[in-house]
């Protein structure tokens, strides 16, 4: 009797446990891959390879690991140019405010640009009342993002 009373809690948080550490494995192996993607474009291979935002998506999901299967689906990318990193470079959203993915774009600039890089991924969680503390991007699952900002170099 006393077992019944004390699992559901007990199990809740295990589960809880093990979500948020996929999360932070998820978003680590994120940057990592987002890091060494943008690479390309600060040394100016992706600009000779004429990789656009579908390539770089493909190369940033190559990059996922053990999360490469479905990171195509889960995973949208933004890259720009910027006058100055003090520029106003928040996600692209809509009227209300909500994050809209529809407005992201593709332009690595060319040598000695500034340069922003993100990618939203979506990441289903296990536990849906995670989701409530995170940022949420749908029923049941989170949005995870990465970012990084830099000089292109000359090439």
Do not use: H
């Not at 295990?14 to 690479?39: H, K, M, P, W, Y």
């Amino acid at each position: 009797m006393e077992f019944a009373l004390v699992a559901t809690p007990f199990f809740l948080l295990l589960f809880s446990i093990f979500q948020l550490g996929l999360v932070f494995i998820t978003d680590a192996v994120a940057e990592n891959a987002l890091l060494t993607v943008s690479r390309e474009i600060r040394t100016g291979e992706a600009q000779a390879k004429g990789l656009d935002q579908a390539g770089f998506k493909q190369a940033f999901c190559d990059q996922m690991s053990v999360f490469k299967s479905d990171c195509a689906a889960r995973a949208t990318v933004d890259v720009r140019v910027v006058a100055k990193f003090s520029d106003n470079i928040d996600p692209p959203k809509d009227e209300n405010g909500v994050l809209d993915l529809s407005k992201t774009g593709y332009d690595p600039g060319a040598a000695q640009n500034l340069v922003v890089a993100r990618v939203w991924y979506k990441q289903p969680m296990i536990v849906p009342a995670l989701t409530q503390s995170v940022s949420a991007a749908g029923p049941g699952q989170i949005m995870i993002s990465a970012t990084t900002a830099f000089r292109n170099e000359p090439f």
